[in-house]
């Protein structure tokens, strides 16, 4: 069965902290990628990568870095947490469909 | 650039009742993909379709079902008799390349009550 997989389902941290969210795919995809969901605002691309290495910039990247090191793993940073980064944070990997991982629900105080 | 526009921001019916979901989407691609996901309370996203752009037959899934119109660039989603499992968050997403990224609408709430 498919399977993407974040690292926590529940954050909670304090401005200024850097922040990791893991996501894993057990499909061998090369795609990978990072939204943001936020109320009223449905799912927003921040970044995604095309394989190992490769990082692509999508709507709102600001305030985020992404890393590639390995295939089946793709890492979201938050350099410095920022309390209008509070939001939940879907990982996804697609092949026929989007894979979604369950999300990553991030508060920062 | 692509969009997709969910206008109903929050459904309540009463269970029993059908339901449509309205998407609209705005794309200059010939080819592409159409979603419905949904999100229960739990969060996760559950894939629910997908079609492309070429294929217009309506599709019947038990009770979900779903209209494409390329001529109103639509995707509804009808979902007969509804239930109080049904509540969750709908979203509507478009991709311009398969297993691309997905351009999402803002999502409909539906509360089915009992």
């Known amino acids: 069965d498919v399977k993407v997989t974040q690292s926590s389902r529940y954050l909670v941290k304090r401005t200024g902290e850097k922040v990791f969210l893991e996501c894993v795919q057990d499909?061998?995809?090369?795609?990978m990628f990072w939204y943001r969901q936020d109320p009223g605002l449905g799912l927003r691309l921040i970044y995604f990568s095309y394989d190992v290495k490769m990082k692509e910039k999508g709507d709102i990247p600001e305030g985020y870095s992404v890393s590639r090191e390995k295939k089946e793993r793709f890492s979201l940073i938050l350099e410095s947490a920022s309390t209008n980064q509070t939001s939940m944070y879907l990982c996804a990997s697609p092949w026929e469909t989007q894979y979604f991982g369950p999300g990553t629900r991030l508060l920062v105080l | 650039a692509q969009k997709v526009t969910q206008a109903q921001t929050e459904i309540s019916v009463v269970e029993k009742e059908d339901v449509t979901l309205d998407c609209v989407y705005e794309?200059?691609?010939?080819?592409?993909?159409l979603f419905w996901y949904k999100q229960p309370p739990s969060g996760e996203l559950v894939f629910l379709i997908r079609?492309?752009?070429?294929?217009?037959q309506n599709e019947i899934s038990g009770r979900y079902s779903w209209n494409f119109q390329k001529s109103t660039s639509s995707f509804n989603f009808t979902i007969t008799a509804s239930q109080v499992v049904d509540s969750a968050v709908y979203f509507c997403?478009?991709?311009?390349?398969?297993?691309?990224?997905?351009?999402f609408g803002a999502g409909t709430i539906l509360r089915v009550k009992s």
């Open positions: 997403a478009l991709s311009g390349e398969y297993g691309n990224k997905l351009v």
């Open positions: 794309t200059r691609d010939t080819t592409y993909y």
């Open positions: 499909m061998d995809h090369e795609n």
């Open positions: 079609r492309n752009s070429f294929d217009e």
